[in-house]
């Protein structure tokens, strides 16, 4: 039995950067050439070029207890140290380090000896509330400058911060809060979204009101940032003011070094079944690739770039394309915190024209429901600004980058598609900007001093041409340290399946192309085999929407008595179209679209256009739910929704 992927799409455009891109980028084909020769001494070079060590390390990596691994271990540092004072005692404490944009439009700029004292007087705010080395503090804001400095103020003295995202449920935050045992929450009365003030401190007040829950006997304080203006509800002497807390503190604090391998924070990722996992990142191995990431494969140039990561705080983007990355590089940088389209669709584009963003960091889903209300919109505003792009989350399809590098980049930018997950802590597989020629669609390369490989069930690497399964060979310094309180779940998840060889399996199907180069092909679960052909949904969907009509597909095998699986695609229809076509007609045409594009084989059974597609919060697409849908059963667990109807307005369209 082969248990390889089959390829299907062929995607042969290039596009090399730019001669004047080239010459100024930080990346250079030479760092390559450096992490072959040596690639322990490559990432201690990089260790002690990009961060500032209290006490310097003489070991690099430490593997005599796989898959625990150890970097730097006997260097000590300090995190916020490395983001804050350091740039201020360089002379950049004048340096604007965010510029924050509110969904109503209010602004502010803080700079970076003003984010340094804000944090210096958050960190005293903590240690008077009794949180120490350690500690574990749960974190559950809006996308506001606080979020940053909160965890900060944890890294400056040494507790673990788990950051929940604000739009999760009460219940969310409880199970959270309850695993890691967290001693105090941040909080805010409320954010904007969608114009309006969306709650969040009664959701802290619900998760930790039960009795007899864990919550109820770990959380000894509340810290609540006033940022909505809410009225909400006060219990004595468990919650107290952010800003009162602050303005009694003071701002001297003294940076405490803490060892390399000090646990920086837990972060929880939803696993394919039961409860999340507590993906727990260090200090020195995560800062190190954090920055590296940020300075070469994003570019960043801090004298004089304007950044712009649209992640949210609550996803590991946020972590370190927001926070560590950036400010350990003392980049400048936007954060925004509302939605896209609020007060206006072109909401994005406006921000980018105001404050002159250089580099522009999101996700495929954003770019393709950009793309279905079209170009007009962007055509706006003045977006010269731009001069690299990023993309991180999902596969992009090409038509989605040719749009995102056409419309977005006026067809000049550099777009850099980065493969990595939570686990990994920062970008592991990308093309690196003014060196690689571009693959629309393709994550491309390893970056230097990673080393990854596509393999067979048996983890025998396939040949060029080949699809499989996506595998990290060797420790990489930002890699995750395990799952907090379970040391067996860790090994069971991402060690088991490679066991003999000693790879960590990230669960994703990839494909070499001839060039030896990376194609994501989307989750290993997703996979479908249809008459024997192992298809993925990634190529599936890039085809569709590389139709003139479609914005957004999602495909899915679906139980069939003649293929074993037959492709069932749900297909959302550009605005534009809709009016001037038949649903029948445009299903027939599409359906031949896609036998035409990759094949007969992957010519798809069933077509639905519906309007909307069951995404996670984070953007990803639920195809677990398309699938039950498909095969005509009762729609499974749609909680992790961000819209939970969105699955019976698709059941009623199906029908
Ligand atoms: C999964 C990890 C990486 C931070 C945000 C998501 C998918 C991520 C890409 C990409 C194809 C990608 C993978 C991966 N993914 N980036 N550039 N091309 N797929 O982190 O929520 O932990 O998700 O996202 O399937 O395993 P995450």
């Known amino acids: 039995?082969?248990?390889?992927?089959?390829?299907?799409?062929?995607?042969?455009?290039?596009?090399?950067?730019?001669?004047?891109?080239?010459?100024?980028?930080?990346?250079?084909?030479?760092?390559?050439?450096?992490?072959?020769?040596d690639r322990e001494?490559?990432?201690?070079?990089?260790?002690?070029?990009?961060?500032?060590?209290?006490?310097?390390?003489?070991?690099?990596?430490?593997?005599?207890?796989?898959?625990?691994a150890k970097?730097?271990?006997?260097?000590?540092?300090?995190?916020?140290?490395?983001?804050?004072?350091?740039?201020?005692?360089?002379?950049?404490?004048?340096?604007?380090?965010?510029?924050?944009e509110g969904e109503p439009g209010d602004e502010r700029r803080i700079t970076y000896a003003e984010l340094t004292t804000e944090v210096k007087k958050a960190a005293n705010a903590l240690q008077s509330l009794g949180i120490g080395h350690g500690d574990r503090v749960a974190i559950y804001l809006p996308m506001i400058p606080e979020a940053a400095i909160a965890m900060l103020a944890c890294a400056r003295i040494g507790a673990i911060h788990s950051v929940v995202f604000g739009g999760f449920s009460a219940d969310s935050l409880r199970s959270r809060v309850d695993d890691a045992a967290a001693r105090l929450v941040v909080t805010a009365d409320g954010g904007y979204r969608k114009g309006k003030v969306s709650p969040l401190k009664p959701a802290v007040d619900q998760a930790l009101a039960d009795r007899g829950t864990g919550a109820q006997e770990t959380v000894e304080h509340v810290l609540v940032v006033r940022r909505g203006g809410n009225d909400i509800e006060w219990t004595e002497g468990r919650d107290l003011w952010w800003h009162e807390a602050l303005d009694a503190a003071s701002d001297e604090h003294e940076a405490t070094p803490f060892p390399a391998e000090n646990p920086l924070y837990i972060l929880y990722t939803s696993g394919t079944t039961g409860k999340p996992k507590g993906v727990v990142h260090s200090s020195g191995g995560y800062l190190t690739q954090a920055a590296f990431t940020n300075k070469y494969s994003l570019d960043i140039h801090p004298e004089s770039d304007v950044f712009w990561c649209t992640a949210d705080i609550g996803w590991v983007t946020g972590h370190t394309y927001?926070?560590?990355?950036?400010?350990?590089?003392?980049?400048?940088?936007?954060?925004?915190?509302?939605?896209?389209?609020?007060?206006?669709?072109?909401r994005w584009w406006e921000i980018i024209q105001k404050y002159g963003v250089t580099i522009l960091y999101t996700a495929p889903t954003a770019i393709r429901s950009f793309m279905k209300q079209g170009r007009q919109i962007p055509q706006q505003f003045d977006l010269s600004s731009l001069r690299l792009l990023g993309s991180?989350?999902?596969?992009?399809?090409?038509?989605?980058?040719?749009?995102?590098?056409?419309?977005?980049?006026?067809?000049?930018?550099?777009?850099?598609?980065?493969?990595w997950q939570t686990e990994t802590g920062a970008t592991m597989v990308a093309p690196m900007p003014g060196v690689t020629d571009a693959k629309p669609g393709s994550a491309q390369v390893p970056l230097p001093g990673i080393l990854v490989d596509v393999v067979d069930e048996?983890?025998?690497?396939?040949?060029?041409?080949?699809?499989?399964?996506?595998?990290?060979?060797?420790?990489?310094?930002?890699?995750?340290?395990?799952?907090?309180?379970?040391?067996?779940?860790?090994?069971?998840?991402?060690?088991?399946?490679?066991?003999?060889q000693g790879y960590y399996f990230a669960g994703d199907g990839a494909?070499?192309?001839?060039?030896?180069?990376?194609?994501?092909?989307?989750?290993?679960?997703?996979?479908?085999?249809?008459?024997?052909?192992?298809?993925?949904?990634?190529?599936?969907?890039?085809?569709?929407?590389?139709?003139?009509?479609?914005?957004?597909?999602?495909?899915?095998?679906?139980?069939?008595?003649?293929?074993?699986?037959?492709?069932?695609?749900?297909?959302?229809?550009?605005?534009?179209?809709?009016?001037?076509?038949?649903?029948?007609?445009?299903?027939?045409?599409?359906?031949?679209?896609?036998?035409?594009?990759?094949?007969?084989?992957?010519?798809?059974?069933?077509?639905?256009?519906?309007?909307?597609?069951?995404?996670?919060?984070?953007?990803?697409?639920?195809?677990?739910?398309?699938?039950?849908?498909?095969?005509?059963?009762?729609?499974?667990?749609?909680?992790?929704?961000?819209?939970?109807?969105?699955?019976?307005?698709?059941?009623?369209?199906?029908?």
């Open 1 to 37: 039995m082969s248990n390889t992927i089959d390829h299907l799409l062929d995607e042969d455009r290039r596009f090399p950067p730019s001669a004047d891109f080239a010459a100024n980028a930080n990346g250079t084909a030479e760092l390559y050439e450096r992490a072959k020769a």
């Open 41 to 68: 001494g490559f990432w201690a070079d990089q260790a002690r070029e990009l961060l500032h060590w209290h006490t310097p390390f003489t070991q690099v990596l430490d593997w005599s207890n796989p898959p625990f």
């Open 71 to 100: 970097w730097f271990d006997d260097g000590e540092l300090s995190v916020a140290y490395n983001c804050l004072d350091r740039h201020v005692e360089a002379g950049n404490g004048d340096r604007v380090a965010i510029l924050f």
């Open 322 to 346: 927001v926070v560590y990355g950036p400010l350990a590089l003392g980049a400048t940088q936007v954060m925004y915190e509302g939605t896209p389209e609020t007060p206006h669709p072109g």
């Open 392 to 419: 991180v989350g999902e596969p992009i399809n090409p038509e989605a980058w040719i749009w995102y590098r056409d419309v977005i980049g006026s067809g000049r930018t550099p777009i850099v598609d980065t493969w």
């Open 458 to 500: 048996q983890g025998a690497t396939v040949d060029n041409g080949n699809g499989g399964l996506l595998v990290v060979t060797a420790p990489w310094p930002s890699m995750l340290r395990g799952v907090w309180g379970d040391p067996e779940r860790f090994k069971e998840t991402y060690w088991a399946k490679f066991a003999a």
């Open 511 to 655: 494909r070499k192309d001839e060039d030896g180069e990376i194609w994501l092909l989307g989750r290993v679960d997703d996979v479908m085999n249809v008459s024997g052909h192992r298809l993925s949904t990634t190529e599936i969907e890039s085809a569709l929407v590389a139709h003139e009509s479609v914005a957004e597909a999602a495909v899915v095998g679906a139980t069939d008595e003649t293929t074993g699986k037959a492709v069932v695609a749900f297909v959302i229809v550009k605005e534009s179209y809709l009016a001037a076509h038949s649903p029948e007609g445009l299903a027939g045409d599409l359906r031949g679209w896609v036998s035409g594009q990759i094949g007969p084989i992957a010519r798809p059974r069933d077509i639905y256009i519906v309007s909307e597609l069951p995404k996670t919060r984070s953007g990803k697409i639920m195809r677990r739910l398309l699938r039950d849908v498909a095969d005509g059963h009762e729609v499974g667990d749609t909680t992790t929704l961000a819209d939970t109807a969105v699955m019976s307005v698709i059941s009623a369209q199906v029908k």
